[in-house]
């Protein structure tokens, strides 16, 4: 594969030590000082120097086209563009400090080099799927088509089903879990963007402390982001009492940057090279709701056999190799025992981050979307999407695709619940069906189309996971899978509330303004 020099001569990085959480504290003090600062001298300009404050006004004039050309001039989103011009408009100086440190989608051009440099290094260890992807050309060219543009913009292969299994909630995910960590005898690899101390992880706990006496391979990648307070105490000095191995993925950093912005919202446990695991699900016990936060918790995922397991195994370890700024030893975890069991189907396990310019877990969407003939059904917990995956699931209804869409009735956040319900309106008038899980809060993330294609995974459909996170997905193809995640779909929105248009139009003028406020940062969100 023909890379950039560039990436071809990029140094490892040095290793980046232990930093404070206070830190973030520090940048957002730091931010609202900035803004006060802004008005004072605003308005003791005004009042005390009105002679000077034209010039001072020119002064801020300049500030802002500078800064919204910077902005132009960077090839994001043009939704995303809209919200933070508004932004810098009528805050200058703060909006485009928080574009710089926050704001930009794309990655510093060395932390992306590092990064591809990883993914480039280790490509070749993927097993060319031509020949499989061949065996579609002349029974669905579609999907060949689709599964050409899905190896080339990830990396990742297309695999002979060998074995995929959904589940509908996250107690049947985890009592599954639970029971492949106990047969494990190489390795566990568990890569979450939550953690939280509680009864389901005091279980899981138990089970890797035992494994490592055993003399398995115990090692874990978290979000330290999505791991703020939620940690058990002396967590750190517990997993390296118990001999697991322990990576937080993008720690705090005294140097103020752009890079805290980005979250490693993946989750994969892969066992052994034999069995993987991946959906919505973290290790807190509302996700199997052995605790209630906001109403009943609706998730999902998939546990997958065979020789797609050495996907999700690459997406683990290119993810230490990069914490940790150490080569991986990826020999040591490869499956060579031939899995014989053959099933229908096909299956494409990637991964997804602002490091991939192609932005190509969207693309998946949008191209599924696209290539539908009977029906699409969606659910996901937040609805903030580009205009070009919001024209695609538009365009489906409008063509005479049964679209439908579930989101949460009780959210997690209210702000992402009124930018997801601006939505509403258009989404109805082109056609598509929209609900609310009315027990509780829906977080799974799932596409199913014609019995015949699926994606389940951790993207949600809003600009953040299409955009800033680090994602991963699983793409099916006549697995028989996808019967299963339809009828899942269609005995939820049994427990649903339905949109209608008539009544969605006729809702309070109070509520469409702040519909209209907040969707006009939603993309900032």
């Keep these: 594969m023909d890379i950039d020099n560039d990436v071809k001569n990029m140094p490892k990085l040095k290793k980046k030590g232990e930093k404070n959480i206070f830190v973030t504290i520090f940048k957002i003090v730091a931010l609202i000082i900035v803004f006060v600062l802004q008005v004072a001298i605003m308005l003791a300009l005004y009042t005390t120097a009105k002679g000077l404050y034209t010039y001072a006004r020119l002064i801020f004039d300049i500030f802002k086209i500078v800064a919204i050309l910077y902005l132009l001039y960077h090839h994001d989103n043009s939704a995303y563009k809209v919200s933070w011009i508004l932004f810098i408009l009528f805050f200058p100086v703060i909006g485009?400090?928080?574009?710089?440190l926050w704001g930009n989608s794309k990655l510093r051009k060395k932390k992306e080099l590092a990064i591809r440099k990883i993914r480039v290094e280790s490509e070749d260890l993927l097993r060319n799927s031509e020949n499989?992807?061949?065996?579609?050309?002349?029974?669905?060219?579609?999907?060949?088509?689709?599964?050409?543009?899905?190896?080339?913009?990830?990396?990742?292969?297309v695999y002979k089903n060998q074995g995929l299994e959904y589940f509908d909630i996250g107690e049947?995910?985890?009592?599954?879990?639970?029971?492949?960590?106990?047969?494990?005898?190489?390795?566990?690899?568990?890569?979450?963007?939550?953690?939280?101390?509680?009864?389901?992880?005091?279980?899981?706990?138990?089970?890797?402390?035992?494994?490592?006496?055993?003399?398995?391979?115990?090692?874990?990648?978290?979000?330290?982001?999505?791991?703020?307070?939620?940690?058990?105490?002396?967590?750190?000095?517990?997993?390296?009492?118990?001999?697991?191995?322990?990576?937080?993925?993008?720690?705090?950093?005294?140097?103020?940057?752009?890079?805290?912005?980005?979250?490693?919202?993946?989750?994969?446990?892969?066992?052994?090279?034999?069995?993987?695991?991946?959906?919505?699900?973290?290790?807190?016990?509302?996700?199997?709701?052995?605790?209630?936060?906001?109403?009943?918790?609706?998730?999902g995922g998939i546990r997958i056999k065979g020789r797609a397991v050495w996907s999700y195994t690459l997406i683990f370890l290119r993810d230490k190799e990069e914490i940790s700024n150490m080569p991986a030893n990826y020999e040591l975890y490869q499956n060579k025992e031939e899995d014989k069991e053959k099933t229908e189907g096909y299956v494409l396990p990637c991964s997804d981050g602002p490091d991939n310019r192609k932005n190509p877990v969207e693309?998946?969407?949008?191209?599924?979307?696209?290539?539908?003939?009977?029906?699409?059904?969606?659910?996901t917990p937040y609805f903030v999407t580009s205009e070009t995956l919001l024209t695609a699931i538009l365009n489906a209804a409008r063509s005479g695709i049964d679209v439908r869409v579930v989101t949460p009735h009780i959210p997690d956040k209210k702000i992402i619940q009124i930018v997801t319900r601006s939505y509403y309106e258009v989404l109805l008038e082109a056609g598509v069906k929209v609900y609310e899980y009315k027990p509780g809060f829906i977080h799974s993330k799932t596409l199913v189309s014609d019995d015949n294609t699926s994606i389940v995974g951790t993207a949600n459909l809003d600009y953040r996971s299409m955009h800033l996170n680090?994602?991963?997905?699983?793409?099916?193809?006549?697995?028989?899978?996808?019967?299963?995640?339809?009828?899942?779909?269609?005995?939820?929105?049994?427990?649903?509330?339905?949109?209608?248009?008539?009544e969605w139009k006729v809702r309070p003028v109070t509520q469409k303004w702040l519909e209209a406020i907040c969707s006009a940062f939603s993309p900032m969100l």
């Design 470 to 502: 680090f994602e991963c997905i699983n793409w099916s193809y006549m697995t028989g899978v996808e019967k299963d995640i339809k009828k899942d779909f269609e005995e939820t929105i049994k427990n649903c509330i339905p949109i209608t248009l008539d």
């Design 96 to 100: 485009l400090v928080a574009y710089i």
């Design 172 to 299: 049947k995910f985890f009592e599954s879990l639970k029971k492949d960590l106990l047969k494990a005898d190489k390795y566990i690899l568990m890569e979450f963007f939550i953690l939280s101390k509680g009864k389901l992880w005091n279980e899981i706990f138990e089970i890797l402390k035992e494994k490592v006496k055993q003399g398995v391979k115990v090692e874990m990648i978290l979000d330290s982001v999505g791991c703020i307070f939620r940690l058990p105490k002396d967590f750190k000095k517990q997993m390296a009492d118990a001999g697991i191995e322990l990576y937080m993925f993008n720690p705090f950093s005294i140097v103020i940057n752009g890079y805290i912005n980005y979250r490693d919202h993946r989750k994969v446990v892969v066992i052994d090279g034999k069995v993987a695991y991946t959906g919505g699900v973290n290790l807190a016990d509302e996700y199997a709701n052995i605790i209630e936060r906001f109403g009943h918790w609706k998730d």
């Design 132 to 157: 499989i992807a061949k065996e579609l050309y002349d029974t669905d060219r579609y999907k060949y088509n689709q599964i050409q543009y899905m190896t080339k913009v990830t990396g990742f292969p």
């Design 363 to 379: 693309n998946i969407f949008i191209q599924t979307i696209n290539y539908a003939k009977d029906y699409v059904y969606l659910t």
